[in-house]
RNA sequence: GGAGAGGUGGCCGAGUGGUUGAAGGCAGCCGCCUGCUAAGCGGUUGUAGGGGUCAUACCCUACCCAGGGUUCGAAUCCCUGCCUCUCCGCCA
């Protein structure tokens, strides 16, 4: 959510950042015309408001003495009476004017660079050497299955599309994934462990920006209630609202939180797209990665966190690259956002694997997280970031891809070692 | 699921219709005093919105879980919701 007064005051920025993302700049227009009627009708509440209160004052004073104040009660009451409707309007108004700041989007970093769409992204580094194959390397569904660890087919009949039974070796790389990644965090890089609740509410899913815009993305345990728990698309949902409407200490900050969860998500509209393998399903697991921090060094913040999400790979041994999304392509509620692509030989591609975001106050505001300045009057609000650090589910699958072997069998990489209890997996 | 109790400032806690943003205490901050520590004395300390100012100062409004209602006036009365605690039942 954007300041209001940033709107108001600073339009020009505000519609140049909504172009720059493709949106348009006339969804605007609503929210002005509403704030400019809020506004006004505050002064006028307001100043009715301190009539009455000066009025009641003095009815008091003078029941207190024992005096009539019949005259003034009459009075009082027509100042009452004469607030009703504008105070119903004003409630009215600060709802309508909220439920247009909850649908415009953020205003893109100077440094995210300018662009419509994905081919308009920038490859800021790239780490590794792309494997040579002596033979025709296989997608990892077919290694997968072939080595029996993969099974898509029982899935489909137990659950639907878009679901994995892992099976034997499959089940136990995952949760070695799992482990090294949160081990990895939680030793090294300086974050405590959460394990957060996956079913949330909707306020929780308005803070970080799913709500209201893109409910057609979430599953829900009971659509025909409003008030209904929805599956966490991301361990960000539960960990950044872990501290809603909190005022947070500054020497607390910055705070980095990890966590393993499974996530959910309907791909509502991407029918047809990576229909075979573990790329898009309705149920991955994750490790995220979520920070806490002072508006001055968010900045610093977005590079060591996908640091940390690049070290994951590094110690995987899998080739990958940095991109900068550009404005056409961040999320609604990010600022700046890296995506960490890791190489999927078969398909001889580089594929997402982590999306690495500062969201400066965006969340923080709709949040309302805030933290108080040593010595200073009023509070700010934090900035927030995440990443995943990793998808474990397209993490399995690169390693699969990227260390398979002409024989079918799959080389575990050395961090996963002692893990699995193997050097390799094959039948 | 059944029965009961309760939600007040950073914390504890008073307050049952009228200058109460809220007694008192603790903690914090500033100053005084004291040969260390401790104690003592005085002062001060919430958040948000609007106005105002170069910026302060200052003024107004709102906020005692949330949302409604009664009333000239609500932390205080009524209704609804949420949450917490205790007991019983059930349960991984």
Not at 231 to 248: F, S
Request: with cysteine.
């Amino acid at each position: 959510m954007l300041d209001i007064r940033i709107i108001r005051e600073n339009t020009d920025k505000v519609v140049d950042a909504l172009k720059k993302r493709g949106e348009d700049p006339g969804i605007l227009d609503k929210i002005l015309e509403i704030e400019k009627e809020r506004r006004d009708l505050l002064r006028i509440v307001e100043e009715q408001r301190q009539q009455r209160n000066s009025i009641s004052q003095q009815i008091g004073r003078l029941k207190k003495e024992g005096n009539d104040a019949s005259h003034l009660l009459e009075e009082a009451k027509k100042i009452s009476d004469a607030m009703v409707s504008n105070e119903e309007s004003l409630r009215e108004l600060e709802i309508k004017a909220r439920q247009e700041l909850l649908l415009i989007p953020n205003i893109p970093h100077d440094t995210t660079p300018a662009g419509r769409d994905e081919n308009d992204n920038i490859e800021v580094r790239h780490w590794g050497d792309v494997p040579g194959f002596d033979f025709e390397p296989k997608n990892h569904w077919d290694i997968g299955e072939d080595l029996g660890i993969l099974d898509f087919e029982r899935a489909g009949k137990i659950a639907g599309a878009r679901f994995v039974i892992y099976n034997g070796a499959g089940a136990r790389l995952e949760r070695a994934l799992i482990n090294f990644m949160l081990d990895l965090h939680t030793g090294e890089h300086g974050y405590r462990e959460i394990m957060p609740p996956v079913l949330v509410n909707r306020e929780a899913m308005t803070g970080t920006g799913q709500l209201p815009k893109f409910e057609e993305d979430l599953f829900k345990l009971d659509e025909s209630d409003a008030k209904g728990y929805l599956l966490i698309p991301t361990a960000e949902v539960p960990v950044t609202n872990i501290h809603r409407e909190e005022i947070l200490a500054e020497k607390d900050l910055p705070i980095y939180y990890t966590a393993y969860t499974p996530c959910f998500r309907r791909e509502a509209g991407s029918y047809g797209k990576d229909t075979r393998g573990l790329i898009r399903q309705h149920q991955f697991n994750k490790v995220e990665l979520v920070k806490f921090a002072k508006p001055e060094n968010s900045y610093d913040e977005l590079e060591s966190l996908t640091a940390n999400a690049e070290e994951v790979l590094k110690r995987l041994g899998l080739p990958y690259r940095v991109v900068a999304l550009c404005t056409g392509d961040i999320g609604f509620s990010a600022a700046k956002t890296y995506d960490l692509e890791v190489w999927f030989p078969a398909q001889a591609k580089y594929r997402e694997i982590s999306s690495c975001s500062n969201f400066e106050d965006f969340q923080a505001r709709r949040a309302d997280i805030r933290f108080k300045k040593e010595g200073k009057k009023g509070t700010e609000f934090v900035h927030t970031l995440n990443g995943s650090g990793l998808a474990v589910g397209r993490t399995l699958a690169a390693i699969l891809e990227n260390f398979q072997e002409k024989d079918g069998s799959v080389i575990i990489p050395a961090p996963l070692v002692p893990y699995m209890d193997a050097e390799k997996m094959s039948n």
